[in-house]
């Protein structure tokens, strides 16, 4: 059983900095595509940054695209958000995904694509 944990979340004001980790263990994680997503109060799950299994690809939804950067490291079997910039908008809860196999990357948006997920880890940012 593959089990996905979030760290990092916190309480920052805006304008500010956070770096979320997402650590996998029970499975490969080098044979995973990993992807952030996020939940503000009151509105649904939606997509915001997702990596290739070698990180060579990366794809970000475009209200962060500039402030957040995902990245991987394969041998720490752990994905990593950062997030600088930040606004009150981007207070939600974020999940770390992943995907067994690779697919395209217009695919990597998609919430049904993700074979394992994390509980989470709330991030709120003050104004």
């Known amino acids: 059983h593959v089990h996905v944990v979030e760290s990092g979340g916190r309480l920052v004001q805006a304008g500010g900095s956070l770096r979320l980790s997402c650590a996998t263990s029970?499975?490969?994680?080098?044979?995973?595509?990993m992807g952030w997503f996020r939940q503000a109060p009151g509105k649904e799950r939606e997509f915001v940054a997702a990596?290739?299994?070698?990180?060579?690809?990366?794809l970000y939804q475009d209200p962060v695209k500039g402030r957040f950067t995902i990245s991987r490291d394969n041998a720490k079997n752990t994905l990593y958000l950062e997030m600088n910039s930040l606004k009150p908008k981007d207070t939600a809860m974020y999940y770390c995904?992943?995907?067994?196999?690779?697919?395209?990357?217009?695919?990597?948006?998609?919430?049904?694509?993700?074979?394992?997920w994390g509980q989470g880890t709330q991030v709120t940012v003050s104004s």
């Open positions: 995904a992943a995907r067994r196999r690779e697919l395209s990357t217009s695919s990597y948006t998609k919430q049904e694509e993700y074979d394992y």
């Open positions: 029970g499975g490969t994680f080098i044979s995973y595509v």
């Open positions: 990596i290739n299994r070698i990180g060579s690809i990366t």
